[in-house]
C-alpha cells in the first residue's frame, strides 16, 4: 500500500510557529513518526510539503495511479482553495484530511474547510498526533476497501 503525505504552506515551520496553537513538534519530527508507522502497517509513505499552491495541485493531480490514499494538510489552502478542491475532485483518490489545531474551534474563516466533504474522515485538534490518527485511520479504510 502507498500512501501520500501532503502538507501546505508554512508547516515547514512547525516547531517555531505559534506553538501554543501548532505544538513544538517539526515537520520533520511528524514525518519519522508517521514513516515508523506505516513501516510497522507495511505501508510506503511519499511525503511532500510545498508552500505554493500550484506545487500542491500538481502533487494532487501526480497523485492518480501512484498512491492508494492521501493524508491532507493543505493548511490555509484548505479554507480557501477552490483549485485544489477540484483537483482532488478530478483525481478522486481516498484521503483523510488532518489539522493540528481544532479547526472548527478557531475563527469563522477557518471553520469552513473545501476538501473536508469529499475526505473520509477529518482528524483535527490533537496536535501532531492528528498525523498519526489520520494516518492509522486511512490505512484501515484502505484496507476495508479491500
Ligand atoms: C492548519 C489549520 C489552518 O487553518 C492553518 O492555516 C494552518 C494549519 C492546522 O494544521 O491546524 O496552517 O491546517
Not at 125 to 128: D, L, V
Given at each position: 500500500m502507498r500512501v501520500a503525505v501532503l502538507s501546505g504552506p508554512n508547516l515547514n515551520l512547525l516547531g517555531m510557529r505559534e506553538p501554543e496553537l501548532y505544538g513544538r513538534a517539526t515537520l520533520d519530527q511528524i514525518e519519522a513518526a508517521v514513516r515508523a508507522a506505516a513501516a510497522s502497517a507495511g505501508a510506503e509513505v511519499e511525503w511532500f510539503q510545498s508552500n505554493h499552491e500550484g506545487a500542491l495541485i500538481d502533487a494532487v493531480q501526480g497523485l492518480a495511479g501512484r498512491a492508494d490514499g492521501a493524508l491532507i494538510n493543505a493548511a490555509a489552502l484548505s479554507h480557501t482553495s477552490l483549485a485544489l478542491r477540484d483537483a482532488v475532485l478530478a483525481v478522486r483518490v481516498p484521503f483523510v484530511e488532518v489539522h493540528l489545531s481544532n479547526i472548527f474551534a478557531r475563527e469563522p474563516e477557518r471553520r469552513r474547510s473545501l476538501l473536508a466533504d469529499l475526505a473520509l474522515g477529518v482528524v483535527a485538534?490533537?496536535?501532531?498526533r492528528s498525523y498519526l490518527l489520520g494516518f492509522e485511520a486511512l490505512v484501515a479504510a484502505l484496507r476495508d476497501a479491500g
Open positions: 485538534g490533537f496536535g501532531a
